[in-house]
């Protein structure tokens, strides 16, 4: 599997889709399934997959709850990351995060910049509280998808050191 602990424990990831069109039944959110999909199919067990506003304070409490009653060990967030005045999930990562894992979203934008320039307007981020990792990812399908399987097989050793195994 390569994504398990060395005790054989698959890491528990909860999925946030940020998205106020999907909330009112305007858009149908596509990335929220693909990361579930992906994640199961590398080893991964999946727990809670949230569809939320753009709210901040909403995300944040949301976040805070999964990370403080240690629901999982991952938090992979999809949308919310442009330019848009709604478009704050960074700012809710960054508010809840206790640690700073700035290597993550460098990473990410360096690989997408080979495949579109556009990625210089990522926003995303990635942060810890206690013993979760927070991980921004874009809003659109075609992104989630190169820049999850780019980071997807390097995660495990960083859940290993985080969680204690």
Same mark, same amino acid.
């Given at each position: 599997?390569?994504?398990?602990? *060395?005790?054989?424990r698959?890491?528990?990831?909860?999925?946030?889709?940020?998205?106020?069109?999907g909330?009112?039944?305007?858009?149908?959110?596509e990335?929220?399934?693909? #990361?579930?999909?992906?994640?199961?199919?590398?080893?991964?067990?999946?727990? +809670?997959?949230?569809?939320?506003?753009?709210?901040?304070?909403?995300?944040?409490?949301?976040?805070?709850?999964?990370?403080d009653?240690?629901?999982?060990?991952?938090?992979?967030?999809?949308?919310?990351?442009?330019?848009?005045?709604?478009?704050?999930?960074? +700012?809710?990562?960054?508010?809840?995060?206790?640690? *700073?894992?700035?290597? #993550?979203?460098?990473?990410?934008?360096?690989?997408?910049?080979?495949?579109?320039?556009r990625?210089?307007? %990522?926003? %995303?981020?990635?942060?810890?509280?206690?013993?979760?990792? #927070?991980?921004?990812? *874009?809003?659109?399908?075609?992104?989630?998808?190169?820049?999850?399987?780019?980071?997807?097989?390097?995660? *495990?050793?960083?859940?290993?050191?985080?969680?204690?195994?």
């Amino acid at each position: 599997m390569g994504n398990e602990a *060395p005790s054989g424990r698959a890491y528990r990831v909860s999925i946030i889709t940020a998205s106020d069109k999907g909330v009112r039944g305007e858009r149908v959110d596509e990335s929220g399934p693909l #990361i579930r999909r992906m994640v199961l199919a590398a080893g991964y067990r999946v727990g +809670e997959c949230l569809l939320l506003s753009d709210d901040q304070e909403g995300l944040e409490k949301e976040m805070r709850r999964i990370c403080d009653d240690n629901l999982a060990d991952l938090i992979l967030t999809t949308g919310g990351t442009g330019f848009s005045p709604r478009d704050r999930m960074p +700012e809710a990562s960054a508010a809840v995060g206790e640690r *700073p894992v700035p290597g #993550i979203p460098e990473a990410m934008r360096q690989y997408s910049l080979g495949l579109t320039k556009r990625a210089m307007l %990522g926003r %995303g981020t990635a942060v810890i509280r206690g013993k979760t990792l #927070i991980v921004n990812l *874009p809003g659109s399908p075609k992104a989630v998808e190169e820049q999850l399987s780019f980071i997807l097989t390097e995660l *495990p050793h960083g859940l290993d050191m985080l969680t204690g195994l």
